[in-house]
């Protein structure tokens, strides 16, 4: 993705659920609930490997499109497509769609960006190609400060499992911060290690360290001053 691209988007309805299971396997994919048994027939989320045998069957596709020199970025079930102009975006789109349905993959419409756009979300980020920015959610923003809040309002007694879920927030925004997330996010990990290894558990309540508190006040000071500094 570059700066001035037009942009579409596509997410795959029930994306697992596109992958066949040998019947021979069935039993093995079962569960009861009220009294009855079932099998999963196709690709369970649950399932260990799915991840990657999903990932190396769409990976197909993507090999077709790069061979005819269409650029695209995938994750999962989801994909952006990019193109200089509207109207090549949209002769891709037609492509993609096209190619998408002969391989038997439903596109969930409500959830992709179908008319190609410079400014879209796109795996909970909001996308800017005129900027060349990418930057967090004002609704994932405000989540992040009411939680940095939380700890911040009673460092004696901090949740291991809360501070654990707050760095892995931030590393989920990588994609806006840059490396500083690395940086900024070393004493909290180091801080959760500790309380592991001295026999805490997650959720165990404990003293923060001064280093760690020291992080929460920068994330909410800074956090605006960063969002976006990344460049697509």
Known sequence: MQKGDYVFSVDLKSGYHHVDMDGRYWTYLGFYWEQHFYVFTQ??????????????????????????????????????????????????????????????????????????????????????????????????????????????????????????SLVGTILSMSYSFGDIFVLMTRCMTMWVNRALADAHTFQSHIPLDAEAAGELMFWRQSFSMFDGIKPI
């Not at 690709?43 to 991840?51: I, K, N, R, T, V």
């Not at 045998?53 to 005819?68: D, P």
């Open 43 to 164: 690709l369970p989320f649950g399932l260990a490997p799915a991840c990657w045998a999903f990932t190396k069957i769409t990976r197909e596709l993507l090999y077709l499109w790069r061979s005819e020199r269409l650029r695209n970025t995938r994750y999962l079930d989801n994909s952006a497509h990019m193109a200089l102009s509207v109207l090549d975006a949209q002769a891709m789109q037609r492509t993609v769609f096209s190619d998408f349905e002969k391989a038997g993959f439903i596109v969930n419409v409500d959830k992709s960006t179908i008319i190609p756009a410079q400014q879209f979300k796109y795996l909970g980020a909001i996308v800017d190609t005129v900027t060349g920015t990418i930057t967090v959610p004002d609704e994932k923003r405000a989540a992040v400060m009411k939680n940095i809040n939380t700890l911040l309002a009673n460092t004696r007694r901090c949740q291991v499992h809360a501070i654990t």
